[in-house]
């Protein structure tokens, strides 16, 4: 069964280093997204990106966090100057709309724990 | 007028017994409603899910009521297993927005008493 992908499953960082986080999409799929889980809260949507640029992103995914799809298999979560706050499981996730109900399964990977020290 | 409140906050039922979770939404923009299961460690994965043409939606012994009018939905887990522990997550979105950007509720964590 198809899989989204993510690496990698834990990192650890110093205050104000730079992250990236990866993700392979199931390979049909047209829309990705990267979402957060704080410890013990919500899952929080952070941005989604179709056709190559982002279609929409929350308040949360300020200056400090990008995305790009470097290529055509890859889609990665950039966070700069990372802070203590930071620290979060981070899930990508990717979906592939069906013809004509503009609906589909959104399907998750693993998540990549980002521990901010 | 985003928000999906979700409760209990957390749920011990006997093994067979029947969990009930319960989501309330403001937006009547929203036109799609999954619930999600999540297992310690891992990412959520979609359980079921309801659009609201349907009151009622059933697979296997996982059940979505959704109640339009008092804009509420909930999941009810029949012969409830200790498989079924897990934390549920109801979510909710607009899907004539083809960013289809879920909104979460809290979650529920399930636990099932053998």
């Known amino acids: ?117 | 007028q985003q928000q999906v409140k979700q409760s209990p906050q957390s749920l011990i039922v006997q093994k067979g017994g029947i969990s009930i979770i319960n989501c309330a939404y403001e937006n009547t923009a929203f036109d799609y409603f999954p619930w999600y299961q999540q297992f310690p460690g891992k990412g959520p994965a979609l359980l079921i899910a309801i659009r609201p043409d349907v009151s009622e939606k059933k697979e296997g012994r996982f059940t979505i009521s959704f109640n339009k009018s008092a804009k509420q939905f909930s999941l009810h887990i029949m012969d409830s297993q200790p498989g079924d522990s897990a934390t549920y997550f109801c979510a909710a979105s607009p899907t004539l927005d083809s960013n289809y950007q879920l909104i979460w509720g809290a979650g529920t964590k399930l636990i099932i008493k053998p």
């Open chain 1, 1 to 117: 069964e198809p899989e989204v992908t993510q690496t990698p499953s834990h990192q650890v960082t110093q205050m104000g280093q730079e992250v990236i986080l990866r993700c392979v999409p199931i390979s049909n799929h047209l829309y990705f997204y990267w979402y957060r889980q704080i410890l013990g809260q919500k899952v929080e949507f952070l941005v989604s990106f179709y056709n190559n640029e982002i279609s929409e992103k929350s308040e949360i995914f300020d200056d400090q966090f990008s995305v790009e799809r470097p290529d055509g298999s890859n889609f990665t979560l950039k966070i700069r100057s990372t802070k203590l706050e930071d620290s979060a499981m981070y899930f990508c996730a990717s979906r592939r709309v069906s013809p004509g109900t503009g609906t589909g399964e959104l399907f998750f990977g693993e998540g990549s724990r980002l521990t901010v020290l």
